[in-house]
């Protein structure tokens, strides 16, 4: 008994002095990678040390990585002046936002960036560079493992400002504490937006107290399962919405990874329910019953884009959309928008002679435009950026100017070199592949997926964004992300299952330069990501892990 209680820590500085490190398993992979001599061992109480930052911001980034590492590890940590710490967090301002400079020696960790994302990224990345998954799960960790990081130089920023992932919790809804994880996979893999498609055709999931039948109404239907083909509504009442304080305390949490939400209200298509809710004023024919879907597909039943009240309630929803999310952008969606209802509806059409157009889609931007000059006349501070699927470059955009971003995602690469050489920002969101709702593998375990595509963790890792854009057009790309539909998925472990890893393939994409990608290396890395998806509690696709 004796010699194992000397063993242990014998064995344990003997790890953290072994030579030069072994491949790291960094995802998504830094700009630059140098491996030293040696490791850093957190032991006794590590002396650490912030540089001030207005709201103290750096400091509550590191006081939340030690409070983390404690809690995962019993390792302690106490503030000490910055000649005197062993872990140093400094500002450098001639870094770009979202860089850091990571230094790590057997004596030393210092962290330099110019704002908290920075801090924040680099500690991400040292939180990988431990040899558990522990503390970035947020779990228990071992007792017998050595807390070290190898010797290393990382020099890292990302190749895109914009990282995202959509989830559609229109269709189904999975509630707060699935949502964090979420949230937590993707600070892991530095992702940077959260798109969260509040509002369908089958469902508006968020709390709007001007329009309270929107939940009331809207965000239930007599299925949980949705129509398709052979598969017929099953009678059951299924739904679920969140409140604004909901939506606040996902705000928080998302913040404190500096990850920024960007809501989706789809309107004036897929916005059954918003009409089953207020067919009074949002309908083309009010006269008949309309209720919330409980089908897929694209429903006819849109708003009335040519009744004032329609135009004041999407208004008044962007205005509560403002309160709740403090960010800098607004999703209006803007795809797959039947005209059918308006060609039959006397006010469209006479709208749309008033603008004098032939085309039901600038009834579509007419619409938009209301709301932008809406939003052009607010204080500053409440002033978002439009995002609209690329279908809304079928209409006359002119009215709506450049000032828009277009995401892209039906024909993407066409679609997005299409809104840049108009003068417009674009994401590159492309349905294949990185639709990653779709199946991942054709192994005949893989669950009901939309459409009746694959796409591979290999296909979805090898897309190359922005590829061959002319230099002059490169600054209108924000960057990628994945999205996910969830028709057929019902339960958040089936969205984990298909989200991930394929998630951290696209994150990799969204921060990593081109020049280094390579699949197999990927794979390599990623085989330590099993061990984090175990302990956080996510559920994953295990086919490409040799021990899942
Ligand atoms: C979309 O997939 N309809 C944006």
Request: glycine share 8%; with cysteine.
């Amino acid at each position: 008994m004796k010699i194992r209680k000397w063993l242990l820590p014998l064995a344990l500085v003997c790890c953290c002095l072994g030579g030069r490190a072994a491949a790291l398993s960094l995802i998504p992979l830094p700009a630059s990678v140098q491996s030293g001599e040696g490791s850093f061992r957190f032991a006794g109480k590590v002396k650490v040390y912030a540089d001030a930052y207005p709201g103290d911001s750096i400091r509550m980034v590191l006081q939340r990585f030690t409070a983390e590492f404690t809690a995962s590890t019993g390792v302690k940590f106490r503030t000490a002046k910055a000649g005197a710490a062993q872990m140093t967090l400094r500002l450098n301002t001639a870094l770009a936002p979202e860089a850091y400079d990571l230094r790590v020696t057997s004596q030393k960790i210092e962290i330099e960036a110019a704002r908290p994302a920075g801090f924040f990224y680099a500690l991400q990345t040292l939180k990988q560079l431990l040899p558990h998954r522990a503390v970035m799960a947020g779990t228990k960790g071992p007792q017998d493992v050595a807390w070290c990081v190898p010797a290393v130089t990382v020099k890292d920023h990302p190749r895109f400002a914009w990282r995202g992932f959509m989830l559609d919790e229109g269709r189904h809804f999975y509630g707060k504490e699935e949502i964090k994880k979420i949230l937590d996979v993707m600070a892991a893999y530095k992702l940077n937006r959260f798109h969260w498609h509040l509002t369908e055709d089958q469902g508006w999931r968020l709390e709007i107290k001007k329009y309270p039948r929107l939940t009331e109404v809207g965000a239930w239907r007599n299925s949980k399962v949705l129509g398709w083909g052979d598969v017929k509504p099953d009678g059951q009442r299924y739904g679920g919405f969140y409140t604004q304080e909901d939506a606040r305390e996902i705000v928080r949490y998302a913040r404190e990874r500096f990850i920024e939400i960007v809501p989706e209200v789809d309107i004036p298509g897929h916005s059954q329910a918003a009409v089953a809710a207020y067919p009074e004023f949002l309908s083309c024919d009010p006269q008949v019953p309309h209720e919330v879907w409980l089908w897929q597909g694209v429903s006819t039943d849109v708003i009335n884009v040519a009744d004032p009240r329609a135009v004041q309630f999407a208004k008044d929803v962007i205005d509560e959309l403002t309160d709740v999310f403090p960010f800098g952008y607004i999703h209006l969606g803007g795809d797959e928008c039947p005209t059918a209802k308006w060609e039959a509806n006397e006010a469209c059409r006479a709208q749309l002679a008033a603008i004098g157009s032939e085309r039901y889609r600038d009834l579509q931007i007419n619409f938009y435009r209301q709301l932008q000059e809406h939003i052009a006349q607010q204080p500053a501070e409440r002033r978002r950026q439009l995002i609209f699927w690329n279908e809304v470059l079928h209409g006359n955009t002119a009215p709506l100017g450049t000032d828009i971003t277009i995401m892209a995602w039906v024909g993407a690469d066409g679609a997005a070199r299409d809104a840049a050489s108009r003068g417009m920002r674009t994401i590159l969101s492309p349905q294949i592949p990185y639709y990653i709702n779709r199946r991942q593998s054709n192994l005949p375990t893989e669950p009901m997926s939309q459409g009746s595509g694959t796409e591979t963790v290999e296909a979805v890792y090898n897309y190359v964004p922005m590829n061959g854009i002319d230099e002059a057009l490169q600054s209108k790309y924000m960057g990628v992300q994945a999205n996910f539909w969830t028709e057929w998925v019902e339960d958040a472990a089936t969205v984990q299952y298909l989200m991930l890893p394929r998630l951290a393939a696209v994150a990799e994409a969204g921060w990593t330069p081109q020049a280094l990608r390579r699949y197999p290396d990927f794979v390599e890395r990623l085989q330590a990501e099993a061990d984090y998806y175990r302990l956080r509690g996510v559920n994953y696709g295990k086919h490409v892990f040799t021990q899942p």
